[in-house]
């Protein structure tokens, strides 16, 4: 342990000083009750439009969050994670990437199944959607890119092209270019497919009505 340790710490520096940072912010949270009462305001869980939730579903799609989340830590952090290959379900969580996408799908249908589809409904749904994901995907693009100017110099800069791209998520679209996978977080191509279920849904919900 010790040795992966150091080895993080030479070899990664942004990422094991961030991470002492967030676990040490985690421990005075966790230890000091005025902290714990605060952070819990901020991150409490926003209650669905529907204003009804299926507690059991929420709970399955937390594992399978946790399960990706596994994943790519085995994925990334090479050569450490060769200590973890006798963990199959670890190195299957693109398993876990399907589950939580149809579970996400049918809850996200289930909020918007019994609205009119009138102006006033697809604004509030679109502006929902666009709250829940555009916000912290733009600073996660900023901090992405600034952390690869300052680590890996050229590499961050993608072309006036690639920023647009990203920025606007223009990748949505289907242009080859936009296709690829954004170098400042990769995983981020995800997303990209949860926007077009966004764009899709309102329209099946309204051919299956009929």
């Not at 340790?5 to 949270?29: E, R």
């Not at 920025?167 to 996978?181: A, E, I, Q, T, Y």
Request: hydrophobic share 50%.
């Amino acid at each position: 342990m010790a040795s992966q340790i150091t080895f993080v710490q030479h070899n990664l520096p942004f990422l094991f000083y961030s991470a002492a940072v967030f676990y040490a912010i985690l421990i005075l949270t966790c230890s000091i009750p005025a902290l714990r009462k605060c952070f819990k305001t901020i991150f409490a869980v926003a209650e669905p439009s529907t204003h009804s939730t299926l507690a059991h579903l929420d709970t399955f799609r937390g594992l399978a969050a946790l399960w990706v989340f596994s994943y790519h830590t085995w994925y990334f952090f090479d050569p450490m994670h060769h200590g973890l290959n006798r963990y199959v379900l670890v190195r299957h969580g693109p398993i876990a990437v399907t589950f939580f996408a149809v579970l996400s799908g049918f809850l996200v249908y289930r909020s918007i199944r019994n609205k009119p589809m009138d102006g006033n409904s697809l604004r509030d749904y679109a502006l929902r959607r666009f709250l829940r994901i555009y916000p912290l995907y733009l600073a996660s693009l900023i901090i992405g890119v600034s952390v690869l100017v300052l680590t890996e110099g050229g590499r961050g800069d993608l072309g006036l092209r690639g920023y647009a791209a990203d920025v606007f998520m223009l990748r949505v679209f289907g242009d080859p270019f936009f296709l690829k996978p954004p170098p400042w977080n990769p995983p981020a191509w995800s997303l990209f497919c949860e926007v077009i279920f966004y764009l899709l849904l309102p329209f099946f919900v309204a051919v299956a009505r009929r």
